[in-house]
Structure formats: structure tokens, C-alpha cells
């Protein structure tokens, strides 16, 4: 799932974004959770350090359940729910490329990926709306078969600069030679980027859990920017997903 795959859509999976997972940062709630820049209380756990509130912030996500959006515009957009503890998930990706609207499901099962496809006028199995394929992860991070809702916020392992933008909001930097990968580029991408550190806005709940995160990824040769804004709500929420039964996945070779 390198960046074309991901954020534009094309024929082998046209829209996954390793569920970078973002939000723009700003007033507002999300599913009934207080969202950046409202309330007058920073995070408790940061005491003031805005990179401790981002840390502990992003690190809290990897704990309990989660819903997530990712919004990118006319690129299209991914919708799910994740448990980050057993790798299990299940996301719809939708967008539309020269006309053609596609859909692709996935499903996470005990971190094993799932992925069914469907494109008008295409008969080809796995990507046919009917059958599903099993992905091996060969790829690896930024990959399809690599994809984790839960692995995009790590990206933020690579912020600096980090300051406080309100009460519970926080800006800063990402490098993409660092994190590209979790955010859906792939590393033939990466070695075309002429801007390396982009900026990022993220934003916490009453809890200090993030709740949103929004960057714009480059241009990079005839492509366009595509700004990702990102939302995480109703943690805990209930997971229960089952991989496709045999007769549903597609005959290799």
C-alpha cells in the first residue's frame, strides 16, 4: 500500500491509508468525547510539556479499543474500528478515481489482513465486490498486508517542535524520511520527497487520549497534496470481527 495505492486510489487497492488515522485539532466533540481546544484543562499527565501530553497521548490509543476517520478530501476517505491490543479491525475505504467510484473492505483478525475490493467492470477475483484475499504482510509497514489503524499515530515518534496550541491542542513537525511508512507512503515515494518535515496539528480529550491529528502530505511529482485529518472515538467500544470463511476467499495461483 505505497502512497498512490493508498491516497489515490488505482487498480490493486486504490485507497488504504496504513490508517495513519487523523483529525484536524479544534474545537469540537467527537462521538460524545471532548475534542482538542475545548475545556480549560491541559492533559493532566503533561504538567505543562506539550511533548509528554502528545507522548502519553498517542500512547493511550494503543490501550483500549477504538472508531477512527481518516478524511482526505477528494481523495477519498477510511472508516473502522480497531483493538489495538489482539490487532483486530475492520475498516471501509471509499474513493473515486477518473470517475470510477471503488470500495475496499478490510478486515484485521489476530493481526492477519483481509482485503475485498470492489471495482465496477471487474471480474477479477479479490477484487470483484465478491471474494476476499488473504495479504501475507511481506510488504511490511506502509504495505497493505502491513496495515494497523493503531501503528499511524507511532508516526508522531518522529514530532518535534512540539508547543501547545490551546488547552488540550498541540503542534509541531514530522519527519517523513522517519514516518512516511506509517503514513501509507511507500519508499519509492519517500525517495522523491523535496519536503521531508511537514507540520501536524493534534488534539487530546478530558482524558488525554488523541483524539485528532491532521498533516498534509507533499506533492510529490504529478501528484497533489493530500491532507489527512484524523479522528479516534468511543474507546473501548466493543470488537468482535471473524475472518472470511474458506469459501469466501479467493484460489491462489
Known amino acids: 500500500m505505497n502512497r498512490r495505492t493508498m491516497m489515490r486510489g488505482g487498480a490493486a487497492l486504490v485507497m488504504a491509508a496504513a490508517l495513519a488515522v487523523s483529525g484536524c485539532a479544534g474545537n469540537g466533540t467527537v462521538n460524545g468525547d471532548t475534542a482538542a ?4 484543562a491541559k492533559p493532566a499527565e503533561a504538567a ?17 479499543s477504538f472508531k477512527t476517520t481518516i478524511d482526505m478530501g477528494t481523495s477519498g476517505n477510511i472508516s473502522g474500528v480497531m483493538d489495538p491490543k489482539t490487532k483486530t479491525g475492520e475498516f471501509l475505504m471509499e474513493a473515486e478515481a477518473e470517475g470510477t467510484k471503488m470500495k475496499t473492505e478490510m478486515r484485521i483478525v489476530e493481526g492477519t489482513n483481509y482485503v475485498r475490493i470492489t471495482m465496477p467492470g471487474v471480474d477479477i477475483p479479490g477484487m470483484d465486490g465478491k471474494t476476499w484475499r488473504k495479504l501475507g504482510g511481506a510488504g511490511g509497514t506502509g504495505t497493505l498486508g502491513g496495515f494497523d489503524a493503531s501503528d499511524t499515530v507511532k508516526s508522531l515518534e518522529a514530532a518535534t517542535d512540539v508547543k501547545w496550541a490551546g488547552d488540550k491542542a498541540v503542534t509541531g513537525t514530522i519527519d517523513l524520511t522517519k514516518a512516511g511508512q506509517q503514513l501509507g507512503m511507500g519508499t519509492s ?5 523535496t519536503t521531508k518535515t511537514i507540520p501536524f496539528e493534534a488534539g487530546f480529550d478530558g482524558e488525554g487520549r488523541l483524539v485528532t491529528y491532521a498533516l498534509t502530505i507533499p506533492a510529490i511529482g504529478t501528484d497533489t497534496p493530500v491532507k489527512m485529518n ?15 470463511a474458506a ?4 484460489k491462489e495461483g
Open 37 to 40: 481546544g475545548s475545556g480549560d
Open 48 to 64: 505543562g510539556d506539550a511533548t509528554a501530553a502528545l507522548v502519553a497521548g498517542a500512547a493511550k490509543l494503543q490501550e483500549q
Open 189 to 193: 515515494d519517500l525517495g522523491k520527497l
Open 230 to 244: 484524523m479522528t479516534y472515538s468511543d474507546f473501548g467500544t466493543p470488537v468482535d470481527i471473524k475472518a472470511p
Open 247 to 250: 469459501s469466501e476467499l479467493a
